[in-house]
């Protein structure tokens, strides 16, 4: 996203609009764990207690939530499965920004052309 | 226990979730048998064809004197708020093209603006780091501007978006560049549950976009300068549902398909992407190569009705119109007749569907409809 012009939204977060760092085989090279998960260093360059201790509890949180996704992962199907219900969904619905549509015409579609519009003959004041 | 210890700890535990997301990743690849578009080819399916003059611009919205940043329609068809650099909202009727309300904002740096279920208020927040409420049926001043109704605080960084609750003019969500989605009561202006935030599984940078599922509106989805997306319950605000990963950028605007079941993303890595909230596969990368320059940004995002087309701004002020089911760029509303000159920042679908709005750092607001012969089947 853009920021806007003659100022820059500052997040609060240290790491704010910073994009993921790709190495050469497409794998993310993710900065030093330590960093990864938050934890900030006291001016002697000691880790806090407290820090390391909030960033283990919030990495178990991490691991059961995953742990959680690879069972669910098991039980969902393949993704043509959800392909085959996309595409029975989008093509049973009326679109009125479509050059064919199911069912009939609303009128009111057409209302952006004043009444002076006719899909029939293709004419149209704009 | 001792900061070495702790220090093992966080680096096991770290190997963990690392080696976690990889087992996932390889998984959620294994059921990836197909995307939307090999899957609709395999079906004798063919892109959609438009006519030269079948998408056309029949309005423009011309008052604002700056950059506009964000628009939403009500759900009553015919009205849009617009927000823009000028410090200003903007209320359309966009059958007309007459304003019926211009706001002056007590912040000029807005980012989002919202119209509420009935159309009476409307939302707007910004670097402020505040979403300020307007009741559009209060007097006003001499000079006739409108009084702020509501003032919801308690962002710590810019309010990047905003959506009221369908059907409920009494709750909304906000997104925030301090890493947190936020369903606020309005009655009382009170934070009613924060997603997100330190140490919780919500993101990890800015939020940029929301989208709240129009087929259940417990859910919604979040999208983030992490890359990635997220999806939430309402009634669960300490963690995110399901984190979608896929983008390589920023990850601009969100969007739920019209069944509820899947939702759109737009990222600066110049790819949209279409995910499916039950398996959580991602089923199509709509991108377009352009040579050797490197891709422009998505900005903002929408479907049409059925969800067959998926409208796409771009920061070089392209608008591709992509078939949905068969990838490809059918229509550039970028290179038609009487398009912006800028880039487009917004895009919103009218209600009944029948029209498109798209915003432009041009100034202007730009209303398509579909001016051709319609077949029916």
Redesign the interface.
Known sequence: MMAMEGQQPQSSSENGRESEDYGEEGREKGPHPLAQAGTGSFPGGFIGKHRLQAAITNLNNQISILQEELKKVETIGESSTVCKDLISSVESTPDPLLPFTKGSVDAGWDRWFGGAHHSRNHKRWI | MS?TE??E???A??E???S??E??KE??LS??????AG??RS?G?SP????P???????TLQGHAG?V?SLDWTSE?NRIVSAS?DGRLIVWNA?TSQKTHAIKLPCA?V?TCAFSPTGQSVACGG?DSVCSLFNLNSPTDRDGNLAVSRMLSGH???V?SCQYVPDEDTHLITGS???TCVLWDITTGLRTSVFGG????GH???V?SISINGSNSRMFVSGS???TARLWDTRVAS?AV?TFHGH???V?TVKFF??G??FGTGS?DGTCRLF?I????Q?QVYHRQHGDNEAA?V?SIAF??????LFAGY?NGDCYVWD??LAKVVLNLGSLQNTHEG?ISCLGLSA?????CTGSWDTNLK?W?????????
């Open positions: 900061v702790l220090k700890r966080h680096l535990a770290t963990t979730v690392n976690l997301r087992r996932l998984r959620r059921l990836l048998d197909t995307d939307i899957y609709a079906q399916r959609v064809t438009f006519g003059t079948d998408l056309v611009c029949c309005r950059k940043y068809k650099q059958l740096w980012m670097l710590k960084g810019y990047s560049g301090d890493q330190e140490f919780q599984s990890t940078a800015d940029l300068c992490d890359s963690r399901q390589q950028g920023d601009n019209p069944d079941n899947r600066d499916d039950r398996t959580g596969h089923l940004h900005t049409s009705m059925s969800g067959r087309l920061t949905t089911l880039r009944d569907g029948s029209a498109l209303i409809a579909f001016g051709g012969y319609r077949r029916v089947n």
